[in-house]
């Protein structure tokens, strides 16, 4: 996960060049997380800002319109949840997560052109994808 003033600015000029209002909540969000040095659950994020409990509805929005401008990824775990990760505009990438601890590495390997190609040829069309690999992580082995 990336940090500093500079990938700051970049995230803050992805939401100017949005549709996508920078109200004070947002940016307040925003800079908790480029605090994070790893993918975090949405209720850490809540704790991290120290928000009440019954505004956990306003993060999961601000990660939803987040992750629809480009500037997070949302990462599937086994359980139904989601881990969510602030990334460079419009990073695509995928991860190694550790299902016990929540640990994650990036896999920089994507073979979505290839597999698109082929679902088109079988009829399929409006595709997406996740891939994440999960496992123990040597701490938790």
Avoid: W
């Avoid at 409990?53 to 949840?81: H, K, M, S, W």
Wanted: net charge neutral; proline share 4%; glycine share 6%.
């Amino acid at each position: 996960m990336k940090s500093g003033q500079q990938f700051l600015r970049r995230l803050l000029d992805c939401i100017e060049d949005s549709p996508l209002r920078l109200t004070r909540k947002r940016r307040g969000l925003l800079e908790v997380m480029t605090s994070f040095d790893r993918p975090f659950l949405a209720s850490e994020l809540l704790e991290k800002a120290r928000l009440p409990t019954g505004d956990l509805v306003t993060i999961y929005r601000t990660l939803e319109a987040f992750e629809g401008i480009g500037i997070v990824q949302r990462i599937p775990l086994e359980n139904g949840g989601h881990l969510f990760e602030l990334t460079e505009p419009h990073d695509h990438h995928h991860h190694f997560v550790c299902r016990q601890c929540y640990r994650t590495e990036r896999l920089d390997l994507c073979l979505a052109n290839d597999l698109e190609k082929r679902a088109r040829r079988l009829g399929f069309s409006d595709i997406t994808h996740t891939m994440e690999v999960y496992g123990l992580c040597a701490d938790c082995r």
